[in-house]
Structures are given as structure tokens and as C-alpha cells.
């Protein structure tokens, strides 16, 4: 299933569930004609992914930037950004990644999640991965040595679109 804002990115998502962890595959198609960028959280690790649950009982798993107002505490620093992934006119990209199970919640804004998000919910997981997509700040992003990744301060986060899968059940 795919859902965007429009036809022009395309999302496709599978998830492999074993006994310590969940492995999700996503694909990424760019239908438009100039480079998407999508932010990334060094997706080849265990626990590179957001894990937040949200208050629908839905765990969002995510690699994209949060906002401060989504966060539920008073931030005095501006939320981090990751750096990003560039996706050429229709270029498909496949990315892994993999989470570990039990969950364990992972917003990027809080230290400590117990006291401010909605608890993590028993298994079996509603689970959703959504991704960041972020235009370009500057004319020719920089990329980072020994890696496929962009810089993270090259790039209009305000502009962010995000890009949500099927619901699945782990």
C-alpha cells in the first residue's frame, strides 16, 4: 500500500518480525522531475529508528525530523536534524533497518519518555514507519565523507513531507 500527498513519491513497506527484533524494508520511488532528499537514521543499525507511541495505540516507527511542537515538553534547543538520503528522478532506493522487540520508545526530543508520552503499548504492536522528505536549503548539498548520506543543515526541514506506510501488526 502506498500513501503520500501525492503521486510524486512513492512508499512501499514490509515487515519482518523474528523473536528479537523487527526488520523493516522500505522502498522509495521519486515520480518527480528534480532529487528528493529523505531523512535517515543510519538505517543499517538496531535502534536507529524514532520509536513513539502515540496516543491512537499506533507506534510510529520513523525516520524523519519532529518538530518542537511535537514534542511534549518545553524544548530550549532546536530539535536535531538527520542527515538525509538524495533519490534522483525515478531512482528507487531500498533501505533495512531493524528494531529491536520489545519495543522500547525512542523520540528524538526526550530523554526520558516514561514521564511525558503515552505508554508503550502491550504486544502484539500497531505499527506504522514514516519517513522524512526535505527539499533542499542550498544549491548543491554537501555530502558526507564515506557515505551515501547529506549533510543535515543543508536542507529545509520547515518544508519536511511526511510519508506514511500501511498500519501493520507485529
Request: charged share 20%; with cysteine.
Amino acid at each position: 500500500m502506498v500513501v503520500t500527498s501525492d503521486d510524486s513519491v512513492e512508499m512501499t513497506t514490509e515487515f519482518v518480525v523474528s523473536a528479537d527484533r523487527l526488520t523493516i524494508r522500505f522502498q522509495v520511488t521519486n515520480h518527480r522531475d528534480t532529487d528528493i532528499y529523505l531523512a535517515s537514521r543510519a538505517t543499517s543499525t538496531i535502534g536507529s529508528a524514532n520509536l513513539v507511541p502515540r496516543s491512537d495505540g499506533v507506534v510510529e516507527i520513523s525516520h524523519r525530523k519532529y518538530t518542537a511542537p511535537e514534542c511534549p515538553v518545553l524544548l530550549y534547543a532546536p530539535p536535531p536534524r538527520p542527515p538525509t538520503l538524495r533519490v534522483q528522478p525515478n531512482q528507487t532506493v531500498t533501505e533495512e533497518f531493524h528494531v529491536p522487540v520489545p519495543f522500547v520508545g525512542n523520540h528524538p526530543l526526550l530523554a526520558d519518555e516514561d514521564d511525558f508520552l503515552a505508554p508503550m503499548p502491550p504486544r502484539p504492536y500497531r505499527t506504522v514507519f514514516c519517513i522524512g522528505v526535505v527539499p533542499p536549503a542550498v544549491d548543491q548539498p554537501h555530502q558526507q565523507k564515506h557515505s551515501h548520506l547529506y549533510e543535515a543543515m543543508d536542507f529545509d526541514f520547515d518544508k519536511q513531507v511526511n510519508i506514511c506506510g500501511p498500519v501493520h501488526t507485529v
